[in-house]
Structures are given as structure tokens and as C-alpha cells.
Nanobody, 126 residues
Framework: QVQLVESGGGLVQAGDSLRLSCAAS????????MGWFRQAPGKDREFVAT????????YYADSVKGRFANSSDNAKNTLNLQMNSLKPEDTAVYYC???????????????????WGQGTQVTVSS
């Protein structure tokens, strides 16, 4: 089991920056990837960014590429999402997710992830 707790959400203006953090505990050593999804009201949960440990590669959604940066500590205990140049369309609940899978689904899909945090609200005003 892996437990995930997000923090750092809030209300900001367009163009501002915000940093989200995800504290992981439990069997974090067994995770193969950790990342972020978001869900706006009335929409499906969508991929934002993820780190795949084995490949040492970080993946980003096109909508956030160049504005968001995903980082972590080497022990897989903390995941951070630095969000710059925020836009009103970034408004959503942001969820941290962890996977123990090596195969079976794409990292862009919610189905790849086994554990989820409770989410933190990010609101960007225009």
C-alpha cells in the first residue's frame, strides 16, 4: 500500500505560479511511476505529468508543457509540481497518483495508477 497526501493548492491570478507537493508513505519503494492528474467540474480526470522511475523520464501533457515541472526526491517520498504562467483553464482539483505496474496501460491513463491522493483545489482567476 502507498498513501498519498497533496498540499499547496489555492486561489491565484492568471500568470501567477503555484507549487503542489505530494507526500508519499508506505511501500513507496515498489512504485514504478508517480504523477499528477487534474479534474475540472463536469470533465473527466486528465493527465498532467508523471515520472517513470525505471526509464528516468518525465512525461507532460501538451497543455502544460513548458509551464509545469514535475520533480521528486530520490527516495520517492515527495513529488512536486511547479506550475508557472497559470491560466484560468488550469483550474481543477489536482490529484497525485502512484503506480506499481510495469505494463498494462499507458502512463497517460488513469488505469495505469494504483493509488490516489484526495486531491487539492487549484483555482486560477482571470
Amino acid at each position: 500500500q502507498v498513501q498519498l497526501v497533496e498540499s499547496g493548492g489555492g486561489l491565484v491570478q492568471a500568470g501567477d505560479s503555484l507549487r503542489l507537493s505530494c507526500a508519499a508513505s508506505g511501500r513507496t519503494f515498489s512504485s514504478t511511476a508517480m504523477g499528477w492528474f487534474r479534474q475540472a467540474p463536469g470533465k473527466d480526470r486528465e493527465f498532467v505529468a508523471t515520472i517513470r522511475w525505471i526509464a528516468g523520464v518525465t512525461y507532460y501533457a501538451d497543455s502544460v508543457k513548458g509551464r509545469f515541472a514535475n520533480s521528486s526526491d530520490n527516495a520517492k517520498n515527495t513529488l512536486n509540481l511547479q506550475m508557472n504562467s497559470l491560466k484560468p483553464e488550469d483550474t481543477a482539483v489536482y490529484y497525485c497518483a502512484a503506480s506499481q505496474k510495469l505494463y498494462g496501460a499507458t502512463v497517460y491513463s488513469t488505469q495505469f495508477y494504483d493509488y490516489w491522493g484526495q486531491g487539492t483545489q487549484v483555482t486560477v482567476s482571470s
